[in-house]
């Protein structure tokens, strides 16, 4: 039987990427690992207890908390706050960026960004969620409180990115900036295992995702890009595969492994986009870079190097497959 390489070992085995990292970075890893054990616990049973349905709370985006959201923010929290590595984080779910103010962690070199349940809605029609983080170095000094230019850099300025998707099954996918590894965790021995080395995104594919009763409401190029996608061309595999689970990480897990192409284009519902640029679209940007894809908001503005103003600002995505990306900025330019 081949051997058995746990996300720990991983990590440890490649901490020589980072060597100022004295295994900070790898501690930073072990607490998110830890909080993505429990919450695989917790949405397998999401149905059998009453951690389903609404908080009745709502959250900074206006959206209608799910009970699990909340439990996932706490989870991540706590588990990011107590390695002492990370002296502050920003989450979807907290209207401010959240300061750790124990001496440990003013003196941690690392700030993280996350959306601790994306897709939660999906929750209690059991489809597939997940969790996106994206790492940071501080700017402020080491020793003093974070502050919000510690969240507000650019894209290209992560130092690891990744997400965790709770699906038919559960699995851990991040880069630290050496290539794309995804670790399908084991529940019977509670080990994420190296199953997807070195994944690289398709260079073209068939597959698109965009939630296309938005159609009417989408700018003339990104319209004439889909009725591109739907025209019968036996040498460009036409017409495409039209694949949207309303999970970004789903959709975005997808077609990293078959190829394809992910659109959440602006609208009038959503002017400037419906995602966040800081811990849904810089992430996976960070991701499909690595996997050898490419993530833009407009044609010729690659995602990681749009300079972000506010925690929770939003941007057009279009991420995937390189050569699906490029036709789709060739439509959208002609069409400006
Ligand atoms: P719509 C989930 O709310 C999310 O942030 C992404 O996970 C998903 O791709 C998108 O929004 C779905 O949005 O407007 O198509 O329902």
């Known amino acids: 039987m081949e051997s058995i390489k746990t996300l720990g070992e991983f990590i440890l085995d490649n901490q020589k990427d980072y060597p100022d990292a004295s295994g900070e970075l790898t501690s930073l890893f072990s607490s998110i690992r830890l909080a993505a054990k429990v919450l695989h616990r917790e ?3 999401a149905g059998l207890v009453d951690i389903t349905g609404s908080a009745g709370d709502e959250n900074i985006q206006g959206e209608q908390q799910q009970k699990l959201d909340v439990y996932a923010n706490e989870r991540f929290k706590n588990a990011l706050a107590q390695r002492g590595v990370v002296c502050g984080i920003a989450s979807e779910e907290e209207e401010e960026f959240v300061k750790f103010e124990e001496t440990k962690n003013l003196e941690g070199k690392y700030v993280v960004l996350i959306d601790p349940l994306d897709g939660s809605s999906n ?7 997940g969790t996106i983080f994206s790492v940071y170095r501080r700017v402020s000094a080491v020793g003093s409180k974070v502050t919000e230019a510690d969240f507000l850099q650019p894209g290209h300025q992560q130092v690891a990115a990744g997400y965790v998707i709770y699906g038919s099954s559960t699995m851990m996918v ?5 290539g794309v590894n995804g670790f399908t965790y084991d529940p019977t021995i509670g080990v994420f295992c190296l199953s997807h080395p070195d994944l690289q995104v398709p260079e073209d594919g068939n597959i698109y995702s965009v939630n296309e009763g938005n159609y009417i409401r989408f700018p003339e190029g990104v319209k004439k ?3 591109y996608c739907q025209e019968e061309d036996e040498s460009t595999k036409r017409p495409y595969t039209s694949r949207y689970i309303g999970s970004l990480v789903s959709d975005f897990h997808r077609n990293l492994i078959k190829g394809g192409i992910y659109l959440y284009p602006t609208s009038s519902r959503y002017p400037d986009g419906k995602l966040r640029l800081l811990y849904e679209c810089n992430p996976m940007a960070y991701l499909i870079e690595q996997a050898g894809g490419k993530a833009i908001s407009h044609p010729g503005q690659r995602i990681l190097d749009l300079e972000p103003s506010k925690l929770h600002q ?3 995505l279009f991420v995937g497959s390189p050569n699906m990306v ?3 900025a060739q439509f959208i330019e002609e069409n400006e």
């Open 314 to 316: 939003r941007c057009p």
């Open 326 to 328: 490029d036709k789709l």
């Open 225 to 227: 890009y889909i009725k």
């Open 123 to 129: 929750i209690d029609v059991n489809v597939s969620v």
């Open 43 to 45: 949405i397998n049973k």
């Open 174 to 178: 991040y880069s630290t900036g050496s």
